[in-house]
């Protein structure tokens, strides 16, 4: 009879919020009103912005001056459920692949988590730390520990690679992280059970500095943004994976807790990054794919590389949280190839693309040019995936003609690229190959001589690492890598 009047009083629940969003959704003819307020210079009413699907219905009735996000309100209840299901599916993920848990999981943590997920990544890093959030009346006030018998698993150690706008807009995220991490090192447990105090008091013992042996939040200087990867991956500034590496820490390697901000932390940061054995990153909305933008391959190609230069074995995931009904926890191989096939070698996306004329054009390039970010990050890329990218877009005669009348500089850095990641042995391609794409640049290189005044850059690729430059040769990153990367 109890489980009968609870289910009935659940189904009673679920046709009252449907109402309500019913009648919120005929009240959005207010639009009409908002609308001739606003252009009239009259008050509009506030109101909130996000997902409807992620269970945020006072989006509802729209028409009023929506605002981003109210930080104190993340992470959401909502948002929660859905940060424990993906820190359970994470755990999972590893105990299948390696048979135990891992001590400590790198998260690169962006801003589109408040603004767009109501904070399911943040609600995922307190989870796996062991702590939930305190609401009242719909903001957090703050945090309780989750007993270990409740749990039933250890603690999860993190760390965290803000972006700077997460620094900058979101204060409210760096001060939970910090506050879990405090509360949880210092319990009085065994290290098994507990990562963070293990790894707490294993760096205390090497730095002698408590407040940075409690570190877990990396970010760039205060005023800076970006993790500088991309800079010398599009630069050709590198020559190993370790070269990559030191940049990745030199941009990454300040730390951000309650007392203190961007203090310079490289010791602390690659302590933590010894630990790491497995790197992730939310994926909320296929609006942006990891080819949109360099910084997908800076920050979280970088983290994977930076932890993989210490001598570490670890995995790099990407957590889909497209579909909150059902999320998924990928391997990065397989969402490169994921999106490899639905958009660069998608003949409908490209034929899209193609009506842009110039812009379409600078689009392959850039898609392309993360491409080879995220082999030289990573090396997950297939040569199979290499092999058609030339095939469709440099090989192609047709192809070659239509960036030619739309936009040769865009083939003329897709084809650099190209024999850039052969040269460098990230492609193995075969040479009959090669030997196409060569004579198809140097074509192209031709037409740019002809008609492009000044220097411009083709033919020779001119590579440069840190140690061409003394002062970054001889800098702090540098020796403290070096005195700890064994």
Known sequence: MLELKVRDERIISAFKTALEIANKIKECVREYDGFVKGISGKFVEPGSSGSLTRGKIEVLPTGRNFFAVDPTSLPTKSSWKIGVETANKLLKYYLDNRGRYPESIGEVLWSIDAYKADGEQIARILYLLGVRPVWVNGSVKGLEVI????????????????????????????????????????????????????????HLSKIKDEELALCRIFGSPPGSYGAGVNYAVESSAWKSDEDLAKVWVRWSGYAYTRKHFGREAFESLILNLKTVDVVARNHVSDEHDIFSCCCYFSYHGGFYNAVKSLGKEVEIVVVDTRDVSSTKVREMKDEIERIVRAKLLNPIWISEMKKHGYRGASEFSKKILHLYGWQATTRLVEKWVFDEIAKTFVLDDEMRRWFKENNVYAIEEIARRLIEAYERGLWKADEELIERLRKAYAEIDGILEDEVSGEVQGGVIEIYTMDDVQEWKSGKVVEVWERLKG
């Open 147 to 202: 007993p270990l018998e409740e749990l039933k698993r250890p603690r999860i150690d993190v760390v965290v690679r803000i972006s700077g706008i997460v620094r900058d807009t979101l204060p409210n995220y760096i001060n939970l992280i910090d506050e879990a991490v405090t509360k949880v090192a210092l319990l009085d447990e065994p290290p098994e059970m507990n990562y963070v105090r293990k790894h707490y008091l294993e």
